[in-house]
């Protein structure tokens, strides 16, 4: 039997009963990285989740997941066996998907237990939208293709009112938000960082900002990133639109703008002479 667990972005109290009863019967673990996972048993034996005993545990990552299970055989999964990522869901920019597609190929059971993954949760930390999101791993390492990327899905997602959920290094948190406001200046961003975590940090803003925001933080941690192209511009235009209906100075008009948009109060006020937001 095959089990496929998920473990904790960081906090342990989020393990759930039915990962820990499957750990207490596996006899092998199959682990993204081993030294990660010896540690994460080892915390839950100390706090007396799990009871000790003699497990077998083998890396199986990206890199040698096609030659581990060329050299096994369907037996091997008559034990029971679990996979777990490092931190998160198996599968989703974690190992895994070649487990399963071998499981299904040889009739082998297995199952997936059910967890929150780090892009549902910014997801909902973000607020942007109820309609749905495109989650696209990592974005790409080179500038010019991560624009190309993230102008692919400007194009897609304002037109289909969903949102974009990317995750992010610490090592390129900064240059993605800069392309992504060349991109589209205009954008609403909500970062997050070591979810669940003691040092857990957020942002939710234009682009803009949160390029000040990220000048003044520590980027240590791994970060999600949520964007909203067109969904969340369609949202405030509404509330331009009803705040420059309001019987209040224009003054008045162009601060309370400033807020929902980004922009200064100054390009807000010339806008709603220049333009009358029609």
């Known amino acids: 039997m095959l089990y496929l667990l998920p473990s904790p972005l960081g906090n342990l109290s989020d393990t759930t009963f039915r990962v820990l ?3 207490q019967k596996s006899t092998i673990l199959l682990c993204e990285d081993t030294r990660i996972t010896h540690k994460l048993i080892s915390l839950f034996e100390q706090r007396g989740w799990l009871k000790p005993f003699e497990r077998e545990y083998i890396s199986l990552h990206s890199h040698n997941q096609d030659a581990f299970l060329d050299s096994i055989t369907p037996d091997f999964f008559q034990n029971e066996v679990a996979f777990l990522s490092d931190a998160g869901m198996p599968c989703i920019s974690d190992p895994g998907s070649a487990l399963v597609r071998y499981a ?25 939208s109820d309609d749905g999101f495109v989650f696209d ?19 897609v997602l304002a ?6 959920v990317v995750f992010e290094s610490p090592h390129r ?3 993605s938000v800069e392309d992504l406001q060349e991109v589209d200046s205009t954008c609403n961003v909500f970062l ?3 979810m669940t975590k003691m040092h857990q940090k957020s942002f939710r803003g234009c682009v803009a900002k949160a390029l000040e925001w990220l000048a003044e933080s520590n980027l240590s941690g791994e970060w999600c990133m949520v964007v909203a192209f067109g969904t969340y511009q369609i949202e405030n ?3 331009c639109v009803e705040i420059a209906g309001l019987d209040i100075p224009p003054k008045i008009k162009a601060k309370l703008l400033a807020k929902i948009t980004g922009k200064t109060p100054k390009e807000c006020y010339a806008q709603y002479f220049d333009e009358k937001l029609q």
């Open 192 to 194: 997050i960082k070591e």
């Open 104 to 128: 299904l190929q040889h009739q082998i059971e297995y199952e997936v237990l059910p967890a929150g993954s780090a892009s549902a949760l910014a997801y909902s930390y973000s607020g942007f």
């Open 159 to 164: 037109e289909a009112k969903r949102v974009l």
């Open 237 to 239: 235009r509404l509330g």
């Open 21 to 23: 009863e499957v750990l």
């Open 137 to 155: 791993g990592f974005l790409p390492h080179k500038s010019r293709e991560r624009k190309e990327r993230l102008a692919f899905w400007k194009r």
């Open 173 to 175: 948190i900064v240059e």
